[in-house]
């Protein structure tokens, strides 16, 4: 069989998939404490809603995404992102119409782009984001802000730098978008055919163009926080001063520019310094979208969030040699001997994982060396030992594996015991 994997994808196996869970654990954790609720969107969405949502001239839309036509014709895209579902959602089912605005949500899962791959950069990567939809107060911005550096901080990742800017309003970034034109215009034809492409449609993306990054006329661009009405100066201002008094650091950056079109004033992004990282240093990016929801045919209603990829943090967390608290292994192996022995160590198994304790035993037949080397491999706590002498006394020998201490424990007390190892154990 020569059937590989897909390039870019990664399978999650044991000894691994315990870390997932072990982060996926505090993702809802973190977001009960600063109730946000979770919402399921699906895996893919009519294309429609990505061209809209996410914009038709980012890279994404226009060389990311996974879209294929069903076989009734139509045509839909996995979900390369988050925010334009939820907010999809959040039109569809009038979210705005409940009493506790803004809606704050979060999501889990699996996100597609077709990128080149590289270390931190897949094809299908798992996003946790949030979203809170139906508040302008700078304070939800600060608040989604704290909760991302809180997320990284509580997992002990270190050398986190937040980089903060304001793309302004919709005023703000037409007189933004004319100065832009106007820079480059002159000098278009040195540029990449993507940034002659982008400087009528979007100009901003070319500030953000990795082929022309060296470009001269890039350092002295007009920057977008010279271009903010009062309006946007105030709001960014109050943001700043809303992290200022959490004692949450930043660098304002006016060269970050996001890769979704959606955003508008307060924008972000976490990065990580040191080692072990290669190029890709972004751990978290997010933002306001102020008129994603009317563009879905909603409300005036306003949203902010972020999204950070699992792969990212994962890789973080390993250059850094963070230790996750994972459980590692199995309270209690069974070694059986015999038939007999075999067939009651059923019933005892049955009983300890009814007392929530985990617990296996052999099922390949593997003679009494194998299996105690199969509960070493599982790093049992407790192994357990029945052969036909201990049956017929109506005992077990119990091990434990950290002190080397034996003990022969009545059957019928057993579980009780182990149990209240385990407990002590806690
Ligand atoms: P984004 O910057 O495209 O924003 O992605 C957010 C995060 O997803 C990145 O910082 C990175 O951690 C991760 N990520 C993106 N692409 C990949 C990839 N190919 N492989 C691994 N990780 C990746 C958004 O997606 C917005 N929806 C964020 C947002 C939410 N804005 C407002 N609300």
């Known amino acids: 069989m020569d059937i590989r994997i897909p390039r870019g994808t990664q399978d999650i196996l044991p000894g691994t998939s315990e870390k997932w869970q072990w982060i996926e654990g505090k993702v809802h954790e973190i977001c009960r404490r600063f109730n946000y609720a979770e919402i399921r969107t699906p895996i893919f969405e009519q294309t429609e809603l990505f061209q809209r949502g996410v914009g038709d001239t980012t890279d994404i839309v226009q ?43 979060y999501y889990i899962g699996p996100m597609f782009r077709y990128e080149r791959p590289q270390s931190g950069r897949m094809r299908q990567f ?61 000098h278009i034809h040195e540029f990449c055919s993507d940034c002659q492409d982008r400087l009528e449609k979007n100009p901003l993306r070319i500030l953000d163009c990795k082929k022309d990054r060296d470009h001269p006329l890039m350092d002295n661009a007009p920057s977008i ?53 290669g190029a890709i240093t972004t751990l978290m990016g997010g933002g306001r979208y102020n008129g994603l929801v009317e563009e879905m045919g909603g409300p005036e209603s306003h949203g902010i969030g972020f999204a950070l990829s699992i792969e990212r943090l994962l890789m973080a967390l390993e250059a850094q040699k963070v230790d996750l ?86 059957l019928k007390e057993f579980t009780h015991y182990i149990r209240g190892k385990m407990e002590e154990e806690k």
């Open 225 to 277: 926080l010279d271009y903010l009405n009062e309006q946007s100066r105030q709001y960014f201002a109050a943001v700043q001063r809303l992290l200022d008094n959490m004692d949450i650091p930043y660098e304002v950056d006016s060269g970050l520019v996001r890769g979704l079109d959606y955003y508008n004033n307060t924008a972000f992004e976490i990065m990580i310094e040191g080692e072990g990282f």
């Open 63 to 105: 060389k990311e995404m996974y879209t294929f036509t069903d076989r009734g014709g139509r045509s839909l895209t996995l979900r390369p992102e988050g925010t334009a579902s939820v907010v999809r959602s959040y039109v569809e089912n009038k979210l705005y119409g409940s009493a506790t605005q803004p809606e704050k949500l």
């Open 325 to 410: 608290p994972v459980k590692k292994g199995l309270d209690c192996y069974l070694v059986a001997l015999g038939e007999q022995p075999s067939e009651e160590a059923a019933v005892l198994l049955t009983e300890l994982r009814r007392a929530g304790i985990s617990a296996d035993k052999d099922y390949v037949n593997k003679k009494i060396k194998g299996q105690f080397k199969a509960a070493d491999r599982l790093q049992a706590s407790y192994t357990a030992v029945l052969g036909e002498d201990e049956l017929q006394k109506g005992i077990i020998n119990v091990k434990s594996m950290a002190s080397g201490e034996q003990k022969e424990v009545p």
């Open 126 to 186: 798992f996003q946790f984001g949030v979203e809170a939809i139906g508040s302008d107060d700078p304070a939800i911005d600060a608040e989604v802000i704290a909760m991302a550096m809180e997320f990284y901080n509580e997992l002990g990742l270190k050398g986190l730098k937040l980089v903060l800017n304001s793309l302004g309003d919709q005023d703000s970034r037409k007189a933004h978008r004319d100065a832009l034109i106007a820079h480059f215009k002159p």
